[in-house]
């Protein structure tokens, strides 16, 4: 093997001039989200309250290809086209006849994928006059890319960021103070949603459904300002498939073609950007199989049912298709907390509902056993959502070994864990916990879906 070659970087010339949309191929419409108060498919009046109209235009679109802005293109190229890496060093630990491939994401300025649709969003709302943006954030990535955006933009950004990353991960809310966002604490003081939450558990560790909840209140009350999410809806899936259009120029640059593709899963955003462009061929028969990666303390694509559910805690996001857990589930305060969703995004749903997308669940300690070791030997310490993906490949060529099989592997490396490490430091430490989830959880959460999950059949 010629290791000069392990590396594919495409000039910049080569980002992709339109989004794939995936929802002109699929076999089934994807069912309208619905007004929380009226339970009817909501209007594009009615989301234009929170977001900007080529937003929800991208939203309910079933246009095959849109046009990327050149201004969103000139910001991408910043950091696009992202490498894809040949694993060499990952193959020879692992003695696996199989070939393994990761498309890197953590190049990007803040780390991660997400700027991928943070640019465009902050983009539309930009020409629609907007000043201020309020987000949640997770384990602080999209935070972030929203952050990073919007000063690239001239637009005020505020973040919400679920507790426990909040307090996991200082040096995310570190990262988003230096672009000039303000990020705090999920649920809080500042809205009414949080206050009403922190009334009745004042220890309350916080949700993305919570954070959801609190930057709509936010932005719903104010005339300047709209709401960005950073995963689940179709615009954000669209946006990211700049990876997957990427990835097929450089694999075919590899003179190779994949046998699997994986990717982590908590709304769907990377695993979508990274499928999106393969589906059809799956659909007539051929191309990968497409693995979803999620952990096992909310495992969403494994255990949730298929449903429309609140994309937040309370209710005031419009009901979503999409398998969940229930919106009132609180996940434990695992480590990987832009996997803590209780839903997964429509779009990626309907693939999975369609038998496209298989999935399988982790527990933390083995996703973080798994970064370890690619840490070692190929030199990049992965964010903990990445770790998931990492042991799904990981697994995959282990399975290769024993078959003997020489399978081409590619895997979506969605970020770095470089502000992660207080996660490895109890890790290395032995102090992290499995968290084993009770069905009664999900049973209790699914109990108290939306009367529409009942009485609108979407199976």
């Known amino acids: 093997m010629n290791l000069d070659q392990h590396r594919y970087v495409l000039p910049a010339r080569d980002i992709p001039t339109a989004w794939y949309n995936i929802a002109a191929d699929l076999p089934e419409a994807i069912p309208p989200h619905l007004n929380p108060q009226t339970g009817q498919p909501a209007t594009p009046q009615e989301m234009g309250a929170i977001f900007p109209q080529e937003i929800i235009k991208q939203e309910v679109s079933t246009e095959r290809w849109i046009e990327i802005p050149e201004p969103v293109r000139e910001k991408l190229a910043i950091w696009r086209p992202s490498p894809l890496v040949r694993a060499i060093q990952l193959e020879k630990h692992l003695k696996t006849p199989a070939r393994i491939y990761y498309k890197y994401e953590g190049v990007s300025p803040t780390g991660s994928h997400k700027p991928n649709s943070a640019v465009a969003q902050a983009y539309y709302n930009k020409q629609e006059g907007i000043k201020r943006i309020a987000t949640e954030t997770g384990a602080g990535q999209w935070g972030c890319s929203l952050a990073f955006a919007c000063d690239l933009f001239d637009i005020e950004c505020k973040v919400y960021m679920v507790k426990v990353s909040y307090e996991q991960k200082p040096f995310r809310r570190s990262m988003m103070e230096l672009f000039g966002a303000s990020c705090i604490p999920s649920p809080s003081n500042e809205t009414e949603a949080g206050r009403a939450l922190l009334a009745k558990d004042p220890n309350c560790t916080g949700a993305l459904g919570i954070a959801i909840t609190e930057a709509i ?126 839903g997964m995004g429509p779009t990626i749903s309907m693939v999975r509902k369609l038998g496209l997308l298989d999935a399988v669940s982790y527990h933390q300690n083995e996703c973080f056993e798994a970064g370890v070791t690619f840490a070692r030997v190929e030199g990049i310490c992965p964010a903990p959502e990445s770790t998931h993906a990492v042991k799904g490949a990981i697994d995959e060529a282990l399975k290769c070994k024993e078959t003997g099989e020489e399978k081409c592997i590619v895997f979506n490396l969605s970020g770095h864990g470089h502000f992660d490490m207080l996660s490895y430091d109890k890790y290395l430490a032995g102090d992290l916990e499995d968290y084993s989830l009770p069905q009664e959880n999900i049973d209790t959460a699914l109990n108290n879906l939306p009367e529409a999950a009942a009485e609108t059949s979407i199976s």
């Open 217 to 342: 209140e936010d932005a719903a009350g104010r005339e300047d300002t709209n709401y960005a999410l950073g995963s689940v809806l179709n615009h954000v899936c669209l946006h990211q498939t700049v990876i997957g259009l990427e990835l097929k120029k450089q694999l075919a640059m590899a003179e190779d073609t994949p046998d699997i593709l994986i990717g982590c899963a908590g709304g769907g955003s990377n695993l979508a950007g990274m499928i999106f462009p393969y589906v059809k061929e799956r659909m007539e028969g051929k191309g990968p199989q497409l693995l979803a990666v999620e952990p096992s303390a909310c495992p969403t694509l494994t255990r949730g049912k298929y449903a429309y559910d609140y994309g937040d805690s309370i209710g005031l996001a419009p009901m979503a298709p999409m398998y969940t857990l229930g919106h009132t589930f609180v996940p434990s305060g695992i480590h990987a907390g832009g996997l803590r969703y209780h």
